[in-house]
């Protein structure tokens, strides 16, 4: 099971350092305020920019759900270089490595000289180093559903695809439509997600709260999150006792994601060991505890519809684990 470095780096949806759990609020949620970002972001995001027309023939990715987006928009034959925590889809994993998530290291990106960076907003700092060595790059933004949405229009945009972009928005949103519409038929469980833990134990434990991409797909999904409450940070450090006092009908444990089918068995085995241990749990007792461990749960990006599926799978009891 990774430690808490594997899903902060995957998310974050979402988490640049802990134990803050950083999923701050950049800017108001509102449409308006989504369009004047992302119209700002189109206008302002080149601090070095590109040779009119020119398109972006070398780019570096700094993360999993950027990766994810430039492959899924057909351009992965010019990424160059990602960071160690990319590894989606398979042919990433033979590309030269940046560093992590929270500090991609800038002599690695320079190196492979790059006419293009693409940076997430929790990694600001990284830009005024690539500004210092003459080296283009973008902001995108990575915190809920709708910033996924600008993020690919982004991508799309510097990489000269942009009908692509929005034709994978379009597919995206349509399949989650599908899902919700699914989904508003049937019961509405009341659900906490855990998405990281001390190994090995059900201490420290990091829930998931309002605000945030993962409640996002889990209300599309039709689950009512216990912890989506006015005043809860994004991702709540929580106890046991704080499970057993909200007593859900659901249990969705997402903290021990992993890369073959393997360690997935082992994980999946040791997850649901730890909550059987708590028989007074509804979710426990009715079999609805549940061991996500596939690494779409927690990238945001073009397989958020895999994600959300899967989450109504759990939700509604048809599946087990991933």
Known sequence: MRQVAGFTHRILFAVSSYPQLPLRRRYSRSPNSQRVFGLAILLLVFVLPLPAQTKPQRI????PSITETLFALGVGDRVVGVSRFCNYPPE????????????????????????????????????????????????????????????????????????????????I?????????????????????????????????????????VNQILEIAGGNNVLAQPGLPQYPRISVETILRENPDVIIDLSGTQETDEARRISRASTLTLWAQYRDLAAVRGGHVYAGTADSLVVPGPRTPIATQRLFDFVHGIGGSD
Do not use: C, W
């Open 60 to 63: 570096v990715s700094t993360a």
């Open 92 to 171: 990433v994993q033979k590309l030269p490595k940046v560093g992590d998530y929270i500090k991609p290291d800038v002599e690695s990106v320079a190196r492979l000289v790059p006419d293009l960076v693409i940076l997430q907003q929790s990694q600001n700092d990284l830009g005024d180093r690539l500004n210092a060595l003459h080296i283009a790059f973008i902001v995108v933004p990575h915190t809920t559903l709708d910033d996924i949405y600008t993020e690919i229009q982004l991508i799309g945009k510097v990489a000269g695809v942009p009908e692509r972009s929005t034709n994978l928005i379009a597919q």
């Open 173 to 213: 949103r349509s399949s989650l439509d599908a899902i919700q519409a699914k989904a508003r038929s049937m019961p509405s469980p009341r659900v906490v997600v855990i998405v990281d833990r001390q190994q090995g134990t059900l201490n420290n434990l990091i829930a998931v709260g309002p605000n945030n991409y």
